[in-house]
């Protein structure tokens, strides 16, 4: 029951905000299991950096940071720049992505 309400919720919310176009360029975002992996690490440690997201992850920094940056591109990451270090959050829609994947 739960599912189909976070489900029904987002769909509603995607036909009444998002065109076609940029649904698409929210689900390019999230097409690939580092990404995916990425949004689920944001969403239970918000505020993480990118050092911290690739120790974590056990992954390249430099990967990291270009999946990093086609999710703010998509508009499911916010980056909040502090000095030499940037912050990872996810956005509203980047919630709604990680809810989705949770319960799919």
Do not use: W
């Not at 919720?9 to 360029?25: G, H, N, V």
């Not at 056990?58 to 990291?64: A, L, Y």
Request: proline content about 2%; overall charge positive.
């Amino acid at each position: 029951m739960l599912e189909c309400c976070i489900i029904g919720c987002m769909e509603e919310k995607i036909k009444t905000s998002k065109t076609p176009k940029q649904l698409e360029r929210h689900l390019k975002g999230i097409a690939n299991h580092r990404r995916i992996e990425i949004i689920t690490l944001i969403a239970k440690h918000q505020g993480l950096s990118l050092e911290d997201i690739a120790d974590q992850l056990d992954c390249n920094i430099k990967t990291i940071s270009e999946h990093t940056k086609k999710l703010a591109v998509a508009g499911l990451v916010n980056k909040k720049y502090q000095g030499r270090s940037v912050a990872h959050s996810l956005s509203p829609y980047g919630e709604i992505f990680y809810k989705f994947i949770t319960t799919f």
